[in-house]
């Protein structure tokens, strides 16, 4: 990516013509929010006088103390692409009181803060996510259904349709936004899509997911598409997950590696495995925050139910991916892109560096199919479940004081409380499940 100055910044306005410039924050949930300004605006927003009302943003701030102030982040300055006729640039911001101290309840805070850890220990926290998504078609009203014309299934070429034209303009569009481009595919599920980005370190990593976001969606919708990143929206087929990849660089090198070792693995990386699975239960209200976010953890569609790890097979929740060197790393696989990076990242991590500085060690690895094992013999293999549901999670995550720590009581509280109504309100409902099963036979 590019690093940008303020004076950088003043000339690509006025070389590009831009007219409008988009500040954009996230709230404590991962949903993007923006301030839009006039280009007449811009050494004011640079100086980091743009203010807005906090009050009516989820997870923010009561009324009496809603003012804050965004402060952009130079180095996020892109100009967006589809728009052409009237250029509008975008800069990705952190939010500040007033005062001018970060906001507690902002979440690129709470990672900045994990990665200064990390660095005062030495490691800088490299990121890769592998985001899958859904482009089913729009109805007559622009509303999005389930229904696609795509067939096909995992690396199919499958013949032209809109979801197939639609993934390769996203594709030229994140390019032409900064992104590296890796691969694109389609995914197992009929209508199901992945896009993989080059990884890159945490912040800008997590900023990179909220974009990518952005540019699929948008591009969906020029197209007559939806693009969903909902976990499980067909019943039956497989869901949309949010593969981590992570590694730890100490002064250029990277330090999850050993070519002595049997799975390539250094000592610390397997002191962070230790960490990331101590805290995965309780982190699954986070990586996995909805209601629909567990039916996609359920049997038979290769995303993990069970805490172990492997070298080889795809049914843990960590698997070690066959890379050596300076690409060693370790794959995380139950979050979903519903998550909120910044937070998921922030968490991870946190728990990765205690299980170093705490020399924590993992269970065996488990090399046969999890999910074909009896209870016994997962037992037996230290083998535990993740929580079953996002009830199960909350309560989890209400058990860990890791979760607090990193997330800090501001967000820690209104994310709770935000995710006991969501259960609340998703228990009362009467599903057609249940309408269908039960309203003829009783």
């Given amino acids: 990516m590019s690093k940008y100055t303020p004076q950088d910044i003043l000339r690509l306005v006025e070389e590009k013509h831009v007219r409008f410039i988009r500040l954009q924050f996230t709230d404590i ?69 007033t005062n001018g101290a970060p906001f507690a309840g902002c979440p690129r805070f709470v990672l900045r803060r ?52 639609a993934r390769r303009e996203m594709c030229i569009l994140l390019e032409e936004m900064g992104f590296e481009i890796e691969a694109s595919h389609h995914e197992v599920a009929r209508g199901q899509h992945e896009i993989d980005f080059k990884y890159d370190e945490a912040l800008t990593t997590a900023d990179n997911v909220i974009t990518f976001k952005e540019v699929v969606k948008t591009t969906a919708q020029r197209h007559g598409l939806h693009a969903t990143f909902m976990p499980k929206p067909i019943f039956g087929i497989a869901g949309n997950g949010m593969h981590i990849n992570m590694s730890l660089f100490q002064n250029g090198r990277n330090v999850f590696c050993d070519e002595n070792d049997r799975c390539g693995l250094s000592e610390k990386a397997y002191h962070f495995i230790a960490g990331v699975m101590r805290h995965a239960a309780s982190l699954a209200a986070v990586t996995n925050p909805l209601v629909n976010s567990y039916k996609r953890l359920v049997p038979g569609y290769e995303a993990p139910l069970y805490i172990a790890w492997s070298a080889r097979n795809r049914s843990p929740l960590i698997r070690i991916p066959d890379a050596k060197g300076q690409a060693t790393r370790i794959e995380l696989r139950n979050p979903d892109p519903t998550a909120n990076p910044y937070l998921v990242f922030a968490l991870v991590l946190e728990a990765g560096l205690e299980g170093i500085e705490q020399g924590l060690t993992p269970p065996r690895d488990v090399n046969q199919n999890i999910y074909a094992m009896s209870r016994e013999e997962r037992k037996a293999a230290g083998v535990t479940p993740l929580p079953a549901d996002l009830n199960a999670a909350v309560e989890r995550m209400e058990e860990d004081p890791l979760i607090r720590r990193v997330l800090g009581d501001h967000i820690y509280e209104k994310y709770l409380a935000a995710k006991r109504a969501e259960w609340r309100e998703y228990r009362m409902r009467v599903s057609q499940w249940e309408l269908s099963e039960y309203l003829g036979k009783y």
């Fill in 29 to 97: 949930f991962g949903a993007m929010k923006s301030v839009n300004v006039t280009s007449s605006q811009i050494e004011k927003v640079l100086r980091n006088e743009c203010k807005f009302d906090g009050s009516s943003i989820e997870g923010f701030t009561r009324i009496e103390e809603s003012d804050m102030c965004l402060y952009p982040d130079p180095d996020s300055f892109r100009v967006l692409p589809w728009n052409v006729e009237t250029p509008v640039a975008r800069l990705i911001c952190d939010v500040h009181t």
């Fill in 114 to 165: 994990v990665l200064d850890h990390a660095k005062s220990l030495g490691y800088d926290f490299y990121v890769g996510p592998e985001l899958e998504f859904f482009l089913f078609q729009a109805d007559e009203t622009g509303k999005p259904t389930t229904r696609t014309f795509d067939e096909g299934s995992y690396f199919d070429i499958s013949p032209v349709d809109p979801g197939e034209i």
